[in-house]
């Protein structure tokens, strides 16, 4: 599955020193703006203990965690959309990227310089947010006028998505994202091919302080974001990009040890990879078996041949059936034969939904 999350903020607000800590892939970074101006795209495994428990229960050779793409988005400044700070650069790299990662600074550091002179989360992400819409605003309004002249034309399809066009063009006039607003299946169709900046999912990290990590409830400007957040239903994830960088070099009971002095029970960048799968709309099967116990990545809603794809192209072109347990009943009987005599292997068809969790063996021919 080829997903990406993009990170995106204001000039070092900790986005490069997050993504340093997510994938260890050494994006530079540095105490002034634009110090990354071609985005930094890096690949993160998804972490997930039911995989560790596979392999334990089958003891195959190898474990394949699943994974996807984090892309690093210099910072953008006031004024983005009309080019400034590189800004139309940073905007076309957001354009690529399936979800957002929205990093505000939640932290008081004099020695880090802020761009608008003082830490004011609510104000960075309505800074950024501005820029996005007047982007996207932008794009509607052009689109609309290629439109209209089928639209006069009754040219039916056109007259279908300039309702879209204008019922954008208002939401967006008024400082709404698109992402806001609801649409049929069929006009859903015609937003996703403008392709634009708002539409995209987002979630929010508040970046604190090494001392606020614990227990960051008492910090106002995290509260002030969980309320904005509420507000558009989005959630909220706070880490602190400092202790991240320092979390990521360890691993096993060293890691879990250095948790426990902090008094955390998962790391905030465990938090934010598990958020920004489940914000891609993504899930995960199991194929299990002596040479490899491995996860893949699907997207919700898939039938069993479409995940079988996943695989290789093959599986879905010649798919008979998928053999199927539920990852708790397979745990329960503690091997496939014992999941089998108690009836809770299935044999499913083309029409199936794969769910999270599921075990399969597909069988095809080609």
Not at 45 to 61: A, G, H, N, Q, Y
Not at 333 to 341: D, P, R
Request: with cysteine; hydrophobic share 40%.
């Amino acid at each position: 599955m080829s997903l990406t999350a993009g990170i995106v903020g204001l000039p070092n607000v900790g986005k490069s020193t997050l993504f340093n800590a997510i994938t260890q892939a050494g994006a530079e970074s540095a105490n002034y703006p634009f110090c990354t101006i071609d985005p930094n795209v890096g690949i993160v495994e998804v972490p997930d203990s039911r995989l560790d428990t596979l392999t334990d229960l089958v003891k195959p050779k190898k474990t394949i965690p699943t994974a996807f793409e984090f892309t690093d988005i210099a910072g953008i400044v006031k004024g983005a959309s009309k080019g400034e700070g590189l800004g139309n650069q940073f905007l076309s790299h957001i354009r690529q990227v399936d979800a957002i990662c929205h990093v505000v600074r939640c932290f008081q550091d004099d020695n880090i310089t802020h761009v608008s002179g003082g830490v004011d989360p609510i104000g960075d992400i309505e800074t950024i947010n501005l820029e996005l819409i007047l982007a996207d605003l932008e794009s509607v309004n052009k689109r609309i006028e290629r439109v209209q002249k089928m639209v006069r034309q009754k040219d039916k399809e056109a007259m279908a998505e300039h309702e879209v066009l204008v019922k954008l063009q208002e939401a967006l006039e008024n400082e709404t994202p698109a992402r806001a607003l609801e649409f049929t299946d069929d006009q859903a169709k015609i937003v996703k091919g403008l392709h634009l900046l708002t539409s995209k999912p987002i979630l929010y990290v508040a970046n604190v302080g090494e001392d606020e990590i614990a227990d960051p409830s008492g910090n106002e400007n995290v509260q002030a974001v969980r309320e904005f957040a509420a507000n558009e239903g989005a959630q909220v994830i706070v880490v602190c990009a400092k202790i991240e960088s320092e979390i990521a070099e360890l691993e096993g009971e060293e890691k879990e040890e250095f948790l426990d002095d902090l008094g955390i029970a998962e790391s905030g960048l465990d938090q934010l990879i598990k958020a920004t799968y489940n914000l891609l709309g993504l899930a995960t099967y199991f194929t299990a078996g002596e040479q490899e116990v491995r996860a893949w990545t699907f997207k919700e809603g898939m039938t069993a041949p479409q995940a079988a794809g996943i695989i290789h192209s093959d599986f879905e072109r010649g798919f008979i059936r998928a053999e199927t347990v539920a990852y708790d009943d397979l745990v329960n009987a503690g091997k496939m034969s014992v999941a089998k005599e108690q009836g809770n292997v299935r044999l499913e068809g083309k029409e199936y939904l794969v769910k999270d969790g599921d075990v399969i063996h597909f069988r095809f021919n080609v």
